[in-house]
C-alpha cells in the first residue's frame, strides 16, 4: 500500500513537472516568435522626402542604363541597404501596382545585406498573429549562372522547420513562381527553377536585357558587404544589324569582374556607388 502511495505521489509529481517543462518551453518559443530582431528596421518616409526617393531612383536607374549602354568592359556598381529599404518604404507611391507584389498578410519588406549574403524580411499579420519572418540568402555568380541557396527562415528569433518551408515553396511553384518558362527579357540561361529546390541551390539566368534602350548584358560578379552589395555588369555587343546578338556567352576570364579596372565618370570618381 504505501508503495501504491509513493507511485502515484511520484506519477503525480512527473506529469506536474513535464507540464511545467511544456509550458516554460512553449512561453519561451512564443516569445523567439515574437521577438523582432535588432537588424529588422524597416524605413519610414515622410512625405516630404518622398521626391527624394524618388530621384534617387530615377537616378540610378538612369546612371546604371548609361554605363550599360556605353562602357566597353566590366564595371562595378555599389547599392546601399539604405536605397533598397527607401525604394522598397514608397514603392506603393511610385508604383501603384506594387501593392500586389507581396500578399495582404505580409507588410513593411526589409533587405539586410552583410558579409554573409542577405536577409529579406518582412512583418507577418493574421487576425491576432503578429511577427517577423525572415529568409537568409546567399548568392554567388558563377560561369552558367547567379546560385542563390535558401539557408535560413525564420519567425522572430525562432527557426522554422525546413519540411514546413518546402511545402510553401511547392505551392509557389505550382502557382505565382513561373517555373520551367523563360522571362521575356532574359538573354541565355536555362527556364526559371524550382523555388522548393532553394534550400539545396538554385541556379539562376546571368544574362539579360537592360529594357532602357534594349542593351544586354550579364553578371559576373556579386560582393557583400555590410550595408552594402557590389555587382560586377558585363555589357555584352549586339549584332551589326542592331539586333542582340546570339549568346554563346563565353565565361569570363577568372577574376574578370573583381580585377578589371574601375571606369571613370569626368569628375574622376571610381565608378562604385549608385548615386546617393
Known sequence: MAMARRWRRWLRWSLLAGSLAALGAAAVGWLMFQHIPSWYRPAAIAPGDLQAVRDDLARTFDTLSGLLI???????????????????????????????????????????????????AA?????????VVSLRLTARAEREGIIVRLTQVSGGSLGIPRSWVCEHLLALDAGAWPVGKRSRLQLAGDPLPPLSSLFEGIRLPH??????????????????????????????????????????????????????????????????????
Do not use: C, M
Not at 512583418?123 to 511577427?131: D, E, F, S
Open 70 to 120: 556605353h562602357e566597353d568592359g566590366p564595371f562595378e556598381y555599389r547599392l546601399t541597404q539604405d536605397q533598397i529599404n527607401a525604394w522598397l518604404a514608397a514603392r506603393e507611391d511610385i508604383w501603384p501596382g506594387s501593392r500586389e507584389w507581396l500578399p495582404p498578410t505580409l507588410s513593411e519588406p526589409f533587405v539586410s545585406l552583410d558579409a554573409d549574403g542577405l536577409r529579406l
Open 123 to 131: 512583418t507577418y499579420r493574421q487576425g491576432g498573429l503578429q511577427a
Open 207 to 276: 544574362a539579360w536585357i537592360w529594357e532602357n534602350g534594349k542593351q544586354p548584358f550579364r553578371i559576373i560578379d556579386l560582393q557583400f558587404e555590410p550595408g552594402a552589395g557590389v555587382i560586377t555588369f558585363e555589357p555584352l555587343p549586339r549584332e551589326p544589324s542592331g539586333r542582340l546578338s546570339s549568346p554563346g556567352l563565353p565565361g569570363p576570364a577568372p577574376g574578370a569582374g573583381r580585377n578589371a579596372p574601375p571606369s571613370s565618370e569626368p569628375d574622376g570618381r571610381t565608378i562604385r556607388q549608385s548615386g546617393r
